[in-house]
């Protein structure tokens, strides 16, 4: 009965085997006229990504794939190798990345800043503070019960979401036990960046945007500028290639392509030149080297030379 029983399990196993041998071939096998790329939602929804994949395709002859997710949510996407190439803006996160091996070849490639908006009556009275005496202002106004202060948060582990987090903590809270839960006036999205701003101006609330999806809602909301200065509203944008020895399937060649391509003059001409038509000013700012490499920005580099070291 034994022998009866076992001999067609091991024909399974040999059978479920060899599918994963096929899945496995399958997987690892990068598809070289395919770049998939995992970006910040604020790329995407300022509609600069649209241009420069239109642009990249026309090049290239490559069909790019783009998935618009928060920073956290784009690496965690590379890590499975789900993306061969990422277009984020949170160093902490990205040093992370990079640390654990999954990224490779980093460069910047343009930077914008950071603005804390809401309602023009400001109940508040945040304007024109430096950042963190803003949130230490809407902090004990929202736990007050003051009337009509409300804070949203996007609370999804984006670039944007993490510096706010660094914001807080800047500003002696503990962002976990004090901020998260502490009320009605601490609301958090899920979302992205359009939709925060949306919900924060349905709100009557606060929240910390990037300026590039700001103005590109603006003709939408009712919130303004009230902080635009200081040292942590300084947004870095980067591109980092996705390290095939860490992750199956992933088009390395094309990945590096992209980000020479990204970093030449030609493109970050382009880059500097979107938005100043429609907004008068242009949404985000192309790095050159040497500045780049310094303080704020920190580049490892913002050049169009491949550098592939793991």
Known sequence: MRSRTWVPLLGIMVVLLASCAVSVTAQEAADPGTLRIATTTSLYDTGLLDELELMYENTSDVDVQITAQGTGQSLDTARRGDVDLVLVHSPSLEQEFIDEGYGINERCFAYNNFLIVGPESDPARIANMTPVEAFQAIYAAGTNDTEGVAFVSRGDDSGTHTREKEIWTAAGYNYTQEIQ??????????????????????????????????????????????????????????????????????????????????????????????????????????????????????????????????
């Open 181 to 310: 839960d502490s009320g009605n006036w601490y609301l958090e999205t899920g979302s992205g960046m359009g939709e925060t701003l949306t919900i924060a101006n349905q709100r009557e609330a606060y929240t910390l945007s990037d300026i590039g999806t700001y103005l590109a809602f603006q003709s939408q909301l009712n919130l303004v500028q009230l902080v635009t200065e200081g040292d942590q509203l300084m947004n870095r944008y980067s591109a980092i290639a996705v390290n095939p020895e860490m992750a199956q399937g992933v088009n390395i060649d094309e990945a590096n392509n992209f980000i020479d391509w990204i970093t030449t003059n030609e493109t970050k001409e382009y880059i500097g030149n979107f938005g100043v038509e429609e907004f008068g000013q242009p949404l985000f700012v192309p790095l050159y080297p040497p500045e780049c490499t310094e303080p704020p920005f920190n580049c490892t580099s913002c050049s169009g030379e491949t550098n592939t070291t793991a």
